[in-house]
């Protein structure tokens, strides 16, 4: 029996769909406990690329259990096409009766917001995440299991004059005049219509509701029983509501702490951190490594680092281990595993942070302090050497050995395996 956690030690697009998928292979059960639509976990089968969204990475695993907690925020269209993928790849989906619905409201007001905040826009993926939580925490809107029944989704929208307040802020923000982007729900919507939002949600009433029940009580039986359950995060520890660098996050907790509140389960065998072995990060925020210039985009075209689920090219820089030191520390993390390696190989140097130095190594990292943060950096000799099929760890460069060897002794964590290409296959565990 195992208890694993999966997160993103970095910005996020760490590589964890490819992580999750592999320990999968192991795992009963898999879980997705938050963020929503904004995440995309790539995952490449026998050369075919699968772009997941909201369920767990486990739905393209034949036989493996998924299961999307109350702590996620759910897109109906999203989800219910990647229910279509779990069948087709054999798994089984259950969806959690109370998680909360995104509906295309929620989207506008995103997208207005963000226009609303002109300079200082946060770079959001338009997915309506913040706008969802918001709701959520006011104790408000749709929840997958109201789509049991039309007159249920109708009292959640209209309770307490709801529907029209969201209506009253998207005029305020102007959201008429705002580009909101409904494209990959394949449906035509007017966001501010009560009625088509309603017939919008039970349009996926047939879809969803065969899959719903208590996954909090499955998982705690499971649990229980002896099975392996592997909790995957989306997003990354330093895009966490509370320990990012504010107002650059996104809305939920993307720390093993989100896995205890969402599930009341506080016991686990390993929280394990992916982490980039450089750094990039999408939307706007601080980026104290970031370079702009040749190495970021040569980083960039060698590392393919177009966002998953808005395209947008992401920025790049060198690794930050200062900042991933601090989001182990804050996540829980206690295994590393570094991700993309080869893409540094064919660089003469490489540079590692290792530290600011206006901040201290035990500061609290904040916007404010980050965001005029002073980079120091250790530098290194890079490897020329082709890894991508090497097998043993032992048969790595020297020089990538020493690279991750950095890593372990700045962040005090273990690296226990290094991505070394987008295939299943292309993973060296290091003791095993
Ligand atoms: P939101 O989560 O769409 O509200 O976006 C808030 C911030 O988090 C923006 O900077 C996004 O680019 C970033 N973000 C959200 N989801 C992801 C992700 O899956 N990977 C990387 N960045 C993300």
Known sequence: MSVQIVLGAQWGDDGKGKIVDTISENSDIVVRFNGGGNAGHTIVVDGKKEAIHICPSGIIREGVVNIVGPGVVFDLAVGSSELELAKKYGSTVLLDHSTPVVIPMHRALDAGREVAAGKIAIGTTKRGIGPAYGDFWLRRGVRLNDLTNKRLVQEALTQSGYFDELCAIAKHLGVDN?????????????????????????????????????????????????????????????????HGFRPYTTSSCCTAAGVSSTFGVFKFD???????????????????????????????????????????????????????????????????????????????????????????????????????????????????????????????????????????????????????????????????
């Not at 065969?210 to 359950?229: E, M, W």
């Not at 601080?286 to 985009?297: A, S």
């Open 178 to 242: 705002c580009k909101v982007d409904l494209s990959d729900l394949n449906i035509e919507i007017d966001p501010m219509s009560l009625d088509q939002t309603v017939d919008w949600c039970m349009k996926y009433a047939d879809s969803i509701v065969p899959n719903l029940g208590d996954t909090r009580g499955y998982v705690h039986n499971a649990i229980q029983l002896g099975s392996n359950v592997l909790f995957e995060g989306a997003q990354g520890i330093l895009l966490d509501t509370m």
């Open 270 to 432: 390993r929280v394990i951190g992916v982490a980039k072995a450089y750094s990039t990060r999408v939307g706007s925020g601080p980026f104290p490594t970031e370079l702009n210039n040749g190495v970021g985009e040569r980083l960039r075209t060698q590392g393919k680092e177009f966002g998953t689920t808005t395209g947008r090219p992401r920025r790049c820089g060198w690794i930050d281990m200062h900042a991933l030191s601090y989001a182990c520390r804050m996540g829980g993390i206690t295994d590393l595993i570094v991700t993309k390696l080869d893409v540094l190989s064919g660089f003469k140097n490489l540079q590692m942070c290792d530290g600011y130095a206006n901040i201290s190594a035990e500061k609290t990292l904040t916007g404010m302090s980050v965001a005029s943060a002073v980079p120091q950096y250790l530098k290194v000799p890079g490897w020329s050497d082709d890894i991508t099929k090497t097998k043993l760890f032992e048969d790595l460069p020297i020089e990538s050995r020493a690279y991750l060897n950095e890593i372990e002794l700045h962040t005090g964590i273990p690296v226990d395996a290094i991505g070394i290409g987008p295939e299943r296959d292309q993973i060296i565990w290091k003791n095993r």
